[in-house]
């Protein structure tokens, strides 16, 4: 996975120059071990900005916005909150098919409910999940 597939960055919405920035991030975030977890990120965020400052690349704002939303925890990166729902599964019951979950994801990347064990295990989770934001 990639940081603007962890950050969720849309890259048709950012300029040439943000490209040229987000690329050099994109590096460095590799060469630190790409970092996940929230305040790992937030504090590498931070480095990068004033990194980028300092070689007078300038910076895409949409980093900036990530490193805050972190902050007021209004986004979560991909990575943690794959994280999270990974270990809310394993807790659940353990349907064979669906292993917990409640429902399948099909060959085509769409999903249903798990015919073995109603979509009982989504029910509860999706709930958990919809508090948190």
């Keep these: 996975m990639t940081l603007t597939?962890?950050?969720q960055i849309k890259e048709r919405f950012l300029k040439f120059e943000d490209m040229r920035a987000l690329n050099y991030v994109e590096r460095r975030w590799k060469e630190e071990g790409c970092p996940?977890?929230?305040w790992?990120?937030?504090?590498?965020?931070?480095?990068?900005?004033q990194e980028l400052q300092q070689n007078g690349i300038g910076y895409p704002k949409v980093l900036l916005?990530?490193?805050?939303e972190m902050q007021?925890?209004?986004?979560?990166?991909?990575e943690e909150s794959r994280g999270r729902l990974e270990s809310?599964?394993?807790t659940n019951?353990?349907?064979?098919?669906?292993?917990?979950r409640g429902f399948l994801v099909l060959p085509d990347g769409n999903g249903t409910l798990c015919r073995a064990c109603l979509g009982r295990g989504g029910k509860s989770i999706t709930r958990e999940i919809?508090?948190?934001r």
């Excluded at 007021?72 to 991909?78: A, E, L, S």
């Design 5 to 7: 597939q962890t950050l």
């Design 36 to 38: 996940a977890e929230r």
């Design 40 to 49: 790992q990120m937030i504090n590498f965020i931070e480095r990068m900005l």
């Design 65 to 68: 916005l990530r490193k805050k």
């Design 72 to 78: 007021r925890r209004t986004f979560v990166p991909c």
């Design 88 to 90: 809310q599964f394993s």
């Design 93 to 100: 019951d353990g349907c064979a098919e669906c292993h917990g």
């Design 130 to 132: 919809a508090a948190r």
